[in-house]
């Protein structure tokens, strides 16, 4: 199983990025996918999850300003980033929570991370 993560990139305060994040190889179910990230000198923290049926959680910090979505027909789950602003520069990783082959356990399962920085 791999998670590969797309979308980072530089833009300016006040700008908008999408990331996306494709689970990839023997799945059999994916449970909750999440964004999580890490500034500079900072821990990981987590920014935004969904359940499989859509129910959806955000940090206080980004709440208003991001939207968490997926495609469970394409394992696949985004991160709209609006509003950005020079804080929301972080390094930033998908995971997801899966069940590879039925009756199974279940997994976590880490992307490579995408770098989005925010900078005039």
């Known amino acids: 199983v791999q998670l590969q993560a797309s979308g980072g990139g530089l833009v300016q305060p006040g700008g908008s990025l999408r990331l996306s994040c494709v689970a990839s190889g023997s799945i059999f179910r994916i449970n909750a996918m999440a964004w999580h990230r890490q500034a500079p000198g900072k821990q990981r923290e987590l920014v935004a999850y969904?359940?499989?049926?859509?129910?959806?959680n955000y940090a206080d910090s980004v709440k208003g300003r991001f939207t968490i979505s997926r495609d469970n027909a394409e394992n696949t789950v985004y991160l709209q980033m609006d509003s950005l602003k020079p804080e929301d520069t972080a390094v930033y990783y998908c995971?997801?929570?899966?069940?590879?082959?039925?009756?199974?356990?279940?997994?976590?399962?880490w992307g490579q991370g995408t770098l989005v920085t925010v900078s005039s």
């Open positions: 969904i359940t499989s049926g859509g129910s959806t």
């Open positions: 995971a997801a929570d899966l069940i590879r082959v039925y009756g199974s356990q279940r997994e976590n399962y």
